[in-house]
């Protein structure tokens, strides 16, 4: 379904959404996405590291993070895309990372959207289509989703999508400066070809209207 020649940088496309990488032109709007969602998004992430420049004050440092993104599609190492409401509206973003192969043949999933477009299904839809790329199209085993417990917004989506709960994850990631816990979800191949028909059906055929940004 989500099938796609070249995972490199090639868009995914379903329904009403579309993932692609996000390029340097991509910027203006992004930063006018990301400042007017601050203090949505930013208790949710990590800090730069010391000396970083912030992407979102500076176009050569996006600039510099679309290349080192570039870089990593490249080496099968992440896929970040951009959410884009049907082509044109970005409204945030969603990334297959620290994908391992070998043994392993796992990887996780973070996201993050527009608060405009929160509640409107895009998130569920937007995993979906990785979930389809990953297990499809990279030939993955196991998703991992891991959030912070207090963060119920991204706790209900995970619990839309009917994500296995494996527990918390002590000290898994470091979110504004301090150790965090996460609530660790799985969802493996098996049970994604069990319930792929049906995750379409109730995430991509029914999601919500167009966001006004």
Known sequence: MFRTRDPI?????AGRLVLRPLEPRDYRVWRE??????????????????GATDPITSAAAFRHRCDVWRR?????????????????HLIGEINLSNV?????????????VDRRAAGQGWCPHACVMVFGFAFDSLELERIEVA????????RRVAAKLALRDEGIARNYLQIRGRREDHVRYGLCRD??????????RRFIDRVGATPTL
Not at 147 to 154: A, F, L, M, T
């Open 147 to 154: 959030i912070v417990p207090r963060n119920d917004r991204s």
């Open 9 to 13: 940088d090639a868009p995914l496309k």
């Open 72 to 88: 990593q599609r490249r080496l099968g190492f992440d896929y970040p895309f951009g959410m884009f409401a049907d082509g044109i």
């Open 191 to 200: 049970e994604w070809n069990e319930r792929r028909v049906d995750l379409q």
């Open 33 to 50: 996405v990301r400042t007017t969602n601050a203090d949505w998004l930013l208790p949710w992430e990590p800090l730069l590291p010391p």
């Open 100 to 112: 391992q192969r070998g043994a392993y043949q796992s990887a996780s999933i973070g996201y993050w």
